[in-house]
């Protein structure tokens, strides 16, 4: 049996396999999500900035597409 290793032609000159940014933005998000619903939309809703469920999925969005626009520049 022979194996053969090639570079991937989707990999960057940096060596860091686009599959890396998917696994990034998924613990981004994870850590996230608790971090939002339990310290930061009540500290908003106290401050009388009370978000709809659509302001709060956008905002998630936004976070996590400058998220992968971040680690996409590495």
């Known amino acids: 049996m022979r194996i053969i290793l090639q570079k991937d032609s989707t990999e960057d000159l940096s060596g860091v396999s686009p599959a890396w940014l998917s696994v990034v933005d998924i613990i981004f998000v994870l850590i996230l999500i608790p971090i939002l619903d339990k310290r930061i939309?009540?500290?908003?809703?106290?401050k009388g900035w009370s978000l709809s469920v659509f302001t709060r999925i956008s905002i998630g969005k936004f976070s996590d597409h400058l998220i992968l626009v971040f680690f996409s520049t590495f």
């Not at 939309?41 to 106290?46: H, I, S």
């Open 41 to 46: 939309y009540p500290w908003l809703d106290r």
